[in-house]
Structure formats: structure tokens, C-alpha cells
């Protein structure tokens, strides 16, 4: 048994006082939860104290907190290991409430009026086409394998919590209910795939407002990856369906691909009036809209330009790469394939063996992802 | 020690002070610097999103490149790491993927071996800390920065996801850039931007989300004091710097506060002059940081 100690956020909107810290000294094993230590709290001290748990073994998702700063499981998070941590200051272990989310109570955030609300957003149940059959639907295993990582979401709301973007928007629909969206969108069985990606494109706080910040894949007890699963909607919003979306999502996605095509390095001084413009440099100097975005970004470019840092005439000479060509030529083998190939580790985990050529395994691709799968590689191998 | 040098694409484009500023402090530091002029674009998660395979095999060639110099990858930017790091993972997870992968390789001669043990891409910050050591770098110091408060901004691709960016084996990673702070004299200020977004990746797809985040970090900055940042990332610096005059709208307030490059705050202390690291061609003025450190040489 050892002594950790505790710094609790508290907060009782009924008492009318501010939020506060508590300090606490929990006698237990190093190896038990901070869950256990603030329940250990609530029975022996002060039984107000309030944070929601059930399972308190990681597969509910009803405590999540913030610990040292990080969006996690009360229930999965051992004392020994967060006192332990760099960010535990003097080995004192911070809990508090969950961010992006009003407090209710001490731990207690209101999932209901942005979690559920986000998921509530994405239509998230199966539309499928006509009548519904006799009998249950009929999918071969492999064409659900993609979308297992979404579904292996808890709605803990850790990713909720952790979401930088909707620090800054809290409209953005977020990375649990777009990891949502995912799990119908690759569903074989809805009908609306199309509609619901347009939808999620065109939305101004939809899959273009997400930042790529990672936060949502480090803090993700479940390895659902969020963010991939956001950039998996992109991808397939403009690579199957080709939606030109009022964001300038698929303008941006398009210009970049396109200029390390030609240059094999970023032409910089191309890409924002390429991403107005849909990807068309000559649109985007016709088109009003682009138009008014350069326009908009004046200042900043004639800044840029006074400042030094940006050369106009290497800015708008850009070398192409010496080895331009081979780049081009990847492009064209990998493009003129018709599909695309992906290695999802949470899939296929990760090759234990040191050796090349090692392990009879089947060629990288959708077919190999679901060999391995049906091999039961799935949940043990999973890392993201 | 020699490394195969990945400036990556803004440091040769919008942020050449940087560029120059690595290859000022270079001969300093003992790093001779064998830059990769063939190699190409990390695809900075944009590539990503588009096609896998296509980003893989490009940053394989980027690897593979590098390993035919016989050392180990440097880079100067936070995006190409996390960008790097994400395809390198996945080539060095499967032995069938990765010779797929070197198929598109193999017309230029070029192969990308699975990565053990010391062949390694680092970012500078990295470097500094695991192979050059912060004991050696304070021996390098000739002008201890003293009195200047910095902020770190590390930028997310270099401390998220921790699982494939070393973490397991250099658990204190996320703290590198306060470590560094520290021994170059200079004070690391705490403040809640350090480890957040910069934005950069939305700015011309959600600008309000984006420049409301660089705004917050920079007030959040300076309310701590900071005289300063400092970011291993140019596109950080690119929508902290660039794009801070327009950034103080959506945060309504005045902000003016310079961000340094790596190796600018580096090569101050070890003795180069403001002007030999391009601090002249920054968007918000460097002047207050110079001043500064024109009284520490004095004094």
C-alpha cells in the first residue's frame, strides 16, 4: 500500500460557490484505478463527491475524466503509473472534468448536450434501400471488415474531451460522431452513402474542420482512431465520389496532390488560389468566390512578401525536383491501379518477426485484411 | 556525425530562414548535413488522406534515399516526422506491404530496408537531446540566453500519436523543446498552447477554427510572459508568425510576439548573429528578442 495523492476538481453549481480543488491521500496498491481511489474518497470521506462510473473495467465508457492534463478512463488508469508521469507535478495525480463538455457536477460532464448531440447529427442508424427483407441482411463478413475499428467505439467521449478543434468551434461535429458517420458509411448496406458524405463535406464544421491533431487517436481507450476514420470520410468523399464541397476541402486535397505531382516538392505560392478554385488555377481567378478568399488573404500574402520571407520570384518560379519524374511515375502506378490498397494496423496488426519475407501471408490489400481478420489477428494485434 | 539532411519543403519555400538558419548552426553542432536534394514531398497528412499506398511508397523513397548516404534522416519539421513516422510504421509493420511498396521503388534502384536499431529519422529536436546530449550542448554555449523566457510550441505531429513516435523507448520526448530551452540559459514558460494545434492544416478549409487556435496560443503565450516562441515546425511557424496580424482579429486583442525557429534560438546561444539566422525576415518583428540578447553579449 502507498499513499497517493490527489488533486480533484469540484464543482456544485447548486451551492453557488466557484469550482475548487480538493487535495487528497488515498491508501491503496499501486496497480488499483484512480477510479478506485476516488470511490475509496466517496465512501470513507465525503460521499458528495460526484463521478460517474458502472463497469470499472474499461468497456462501459461512462468514466471518463481528464488525468494529468489527459482525456482517459478513471477505471483504466492505474495510481502507480500516473504519479509516476512527467506531468504529474510532485507526483500529484490532477483529476478533472472532461472538456468541450459543461460540468454538471464535480466530475460529471453533460454528454447529452454536446456528445449525443454530435452523434444525434450524423443520422447515426442504417438507411437501407427498399423494403426491409424477411429476414436479416446478408453481408459477407469481409466487406464490414473496414468498418470495425469504428465500431469498436465505447462513447466514452474521451476524444469529445480532447478535440482541439472543438476547442476552437465547438460546432465542429467532432471525432466521435464523425467516427460514427464512418461506421454507416462503409456500411455495404446503407443506400445514402453519397448523401451522407456531402452532407458531412458541405457542413462548414464537418470533416474539413478537423485539424489533424492526433488528440483524438492518443487519448482513444479503444484505438478507434477518430481522426483516421475522418480522414477515411475525405477520402472517400472525394476519391469516389469527387464532392466539390463549399469548404475548399476537395480544392485543397486536389491542389496538393496535384503540385508534388508536377514539382515533387509543395509549390507553396500555388496552393491557395489552386484550393479556391477547386483545384484549377485558372478557376480560381475567374470564379467570385475564390476571388473574394484571395482577396481575403491579401494582407497576409503582401506581409509575407514585405517581411522577406517570401521570395516573389522563387515564389512564383517553383524548381521542379531534379528526380521530378520518378515522382511522377509513382503517381502513375499507384493511380492507374483503380483501387486503392490500405494497411490498417488495427486490422492487421503488426509483424512480431525481425525477419523479412517472413510468414506466409497473403499480398497487402482488402483480401489480406480479411484473411487476417477471420485469423482472429484483429483485437490482439491492434495498434494505432 | 554525419545525417541525411530532409529539410523538407517550407523551410526551401516560405520559411527560408530556417533553411539558412539549420545550415548556420550545423558546423556548431558538429553536424555535417547531407541534404537530400532528390527527395520529395512527406505529403504533410494531405497525401495521406488521398491515397495510402501513393504516400507510403513516396516517403519510402525519401528512406531509402537517405539510407544509401549510410547515416541516419535528420529533419527540421515537425508535419514530415509525424507524416514520416506514420508511413514508416506501417512499412516496417508488414514484410508483404513493404516489398509491394519497394516494387515502385525498384525501376530507380532505390529500396527501403525494414528500419532496425540505429538507422533512425529524427527531427533536430531529438537530435539534441538522444544524440548530440544536453551536457554537450550547454558545453556549446557561448551566449547563455539568460533572462529570455521562451515558450515551447512543439506542433502536434511530433507528440501525438505517442505509440509510433518513439515514445515507448524516449517516453520524455514531449518534454524535449523545455529541456532544450533550459540549456541554452533560456527560461521554458508553462502555458496551456505548448502541445496544441497551431491550425495550420484548416486555414483554408475552416480559417476561423484555425486562426482562433493560433490566436489563443499566442495570447495564452504572452499573458504567461513569454518574450517568445519557439517551434520545431515551420508550419507552425507559418500560422503563428505569418498569419499572426490576421489571427488578432479572431481573438480580438493585440498579439506581436515573435516566434523563433529551432535552430535560430539554438544558434543565438551558441554564438551566431541575429542576422546570419534570418531573423530579419519574420512577419512580427524580432527586434525585442535581439535587443535582449545584444545586452547579454555585452554584459
Same mark, same amino acid.
Given at each position: 500500500m502507498s499513499d497517493f495523492a490527489l488533486k480533484v476538481r469540484r464543482y456544485d453549481p447548486e451551492s453557488g460557490e466557484p469550482a475548487y480543488w480538493e487535495d487528497m491521500s488515498i491508501e491503496l496498491e499501486p496497480e488499483r484505478s484512480v477510479l478506485d481511489a476516488i470511490l475509496k474518497y466517496k465512501a470513507d470521506t465525503d460521499n458528495s463527491l460526484a463521478i460517474r462510473c458502472s463497469c470499472q473495467a474499461a468497456i462501459c465508457g461512462s468514466c471518463g475524466v481528464r488525468i494529468n492534463g489527459q482525456s482517459r478512463l478513471a477505471c483504466n488508469t492505474q495510481l502507480g503509473e500516473a504519479s509516476e508521469e512527467l506531468r504529474a507535478h510532485d507526483g500529484t495525480i490532477v483529476v478533472e472534468p472532461m472538456g468541450n463538455m459543461p460540468v454538471l457536477k464535480d466530475l460529471i460532464v453533460d454528454m447529452d448536450a454536446v456528445h449525443w448531440k454530435k452523434v444525434q447529427r450524423v443520422v447515426p442508424w442504417l438507411l437501407p434501400e427498399g423494403d426491409p427483407p424477411e429476414r436479416e441482411y446478408i453481408v459477407p463478413a469481409e466487406s464490414m471488415i473496414d468498418i470495425t475499428q469504428s465500431m469498436a467505439c465505447i462513447q466514452c467521449g474521451a476524444c469529445v474531451s480532447a478535440c482541439l478543434s472543438m476547442e476552437a468551434d465547438p460546432e465542429f461535429i467532432g471525432p466521435a460522431a464523425l467516427a460514427k458517420a464512418y461506421r454507416f458509411v462503409g456500411d455495404p448496406r446503407d443506400s445514402q452513402t453519397e448523401e451522407r458524405l456531402r452532407d458531412l463535406a458541405e457542413d462548414p464544421h464537418g470533416i474539413y474542420d478537423c485539424t489533424h491533431c492526433f488528440a483524438c487517436i492518443e487519448v482513444c481507450p479503444k484505438d478507434v482512431a477518430p481522426m483516421s476514420q475522418i480522414m477515411r470520410l475525405r477520402r472517400r468523399a472525394i476519391g469516389d465520389y469527387g464532392i466539390k464541397d463549399s469548404n475548399n476541402g476537395y480544392g485543397h486535397e486536389k491542389a496538393f496532390v496535384d503540385l508534388v505531382e508536377k514539382y515533387g516538392t509543395l509549390h507553396e505560392a500555388q496552393l491557395l488560389p489552386k484550393s479556391f478554385g477547386q483545384g484549377s488555377l485558372i478557376r480560381s481567378q475567374i470564379d467570385p468566390d475564390s476571388l473574394k478568399q484571395l482577396a481575403g488573404s491579401f494582407p497576409t500574402v503582401i506581409a509575407g512578401l514585405k517581411s522577406g520571407k517570401v521570395n516573389p520570384i522563387k515564389a512564383i518560379w517553383h524548381k521542379k525536383l531534379a528526380d521530378q519524374k520518378q515522382v511522377k511515375r509513382i503517381y502513375n502506378e499507384v493511380e492507374s491501379r483503380g483501387e486503392r490498397i490500405e494497411l490498417n494496423l488495427y486490422i492487421v496488426g503488426e509483424d512480431p518477426s525481425d525477419n523479412e519475407g517472413e510468414g506466409a501471408q497473403e499480398p497487402a490489400g482488402g483480401d489480406r485484411a480479411g484473411a487476417d481478420a477471420e485469423a482472429g489477428k484483429s483485437e490482439e494485434g491492434a495498434i494505432q | 556525425?554525419?545525417?541525411?539532411?530532409?529539410?523538407?519543403?517550407?523551410?526551401?519555400? *516560405?520559411?527560408?530562414?530556417?533553411?539558412?538558419?539549420?545550415?548556420?548552426?550545423?558546423?556548431?553542432?558538429?553536424?555535417?548535413?547531407?541534404?537530400?536534394?532528390?527527395?520529395?514531398?512527406?505529403?504533410?497528412?494531405?497525401?495521406?488522406?488521398?491515397?495510402?499506398?501513393?504516400?507510403?511508397?513516396?516517403?519510402?523513397?525519401? *528512406?531509402?534515399?537517405?539510407?544509401?548516404?549510410?547515416?541516419?534522416?535528420?529533419?527540421?519539421?515537425?508535419?514530415?516526422?509525424?507524416?514520416?513516422?506514420?508511413?514508416?510504421?506501417?512499412?516496417?509493420?508488414?514484410?508483404?506491404?513493404?516489398?509491394?511498396?519497394?516494387?515502385?521503388?525498384?525501376?530507380?534502384g532505390l529500396r527501403y530496408e525494414r528500419a532496425r536499431g540505429d538507422w533512425k529519422n529524427k527531427n533536430l529536436l531529438w537530435m539534441l537531446v538522444e544524440d548530440i546530449g544536453l551536457d554537450r550542448l550547454r558545453e556549446k554555449v557561448v551566449r547563455p540566453l539568460e533572462g529570455l523566457r521562451v515558450a515551447p510550441f512543439y506542433g502536434c505531429y511530433i507528440v501525438r500519436p505517442t505509440g509510433r513516435l518513439g515514445y515507448d523507448e524516449f517516453p520524455q520526448r514531449d518534454f524535449y523543446l523545455d529541456f532544450v530551452i533550459e540549456a541554452l540559459g533560456a527560461t521554458a514558460v508553462e502555458f496551456a498552447g505548448s502541445h496544441k494545434c497551431c491550425g495550420f492544416p484548416v486555414i483554408t478549409m475552416a480559417k476561423t477554427t484555425s486562426l482562433r487556435q493560433a490566436g489563443r496560443h499566442l495570447a495564452d503565450a504572452i499573458d504567461a510572459g513569454a518574450d517568445c516562441l519557439v517551434t520545431p515546425c515551420p508550419l507552425c511557424h507559418l500560422n503563428l508568425d505569418l498569419q499572426q496580424p490576421d489571427a488578432e482579429k479572431f481573438v480580438e486583442r493585440e498579439l506581436g510576439i515573435p516566434v523563433l525557429h529551432l535552430p535560430q534560438m539554438v544558434g543565438l546561444a551558441l554564438g551566431l548573429e541575429p542576422k546570419e539566422l534570418g531573423m530579419d525576415k519574420h512577419v512580427v518583428k524580432t527586434r525585442d528578442v535581439q535587443r535582449k540578447v545584444a545586452e547579454l553579449a555585452a554584459a
Open positions: - | 556525425m554525419k545525417v541525411a539532411y530532409w529539410p523538407g519543403c517550407v523551410s526551401r519555400g *516560405f520559411t527560408p530562414e530556417l533553411h539558412g538558419s539549420m545550415a548556420a548552426v550545423a558546423p556548431k553542432l558538429d553536424l555535417e548535413l547531407v541534404e537530400l536534394d532528390r527527395a520529395n514531398c512527406c505529403g504533410a497528412g494531405v497525401i495521406a488522406e488521398h491515397n495510402q499506398e501513393l504516400v507510403d511508397t513516396l516517403n519510402a523513397r525519401t *528512406f531509402a534515399l537517405a539510407q544509401a548516404t549510410g547515416a541516419s534522416m535528420m529533419n527540421i519539421c515537425s508535419t514530415c516526422q509525424g507524416a514520416q513516422s506514420e508511413c514508416q510504421q506501417r512499412l516496417d509493420a508488414d514484410p508483404d506491404y513493404r516489398e509491394m511498396i519497394n516494387s515502385h521503388l525498384e525501376p530507380e
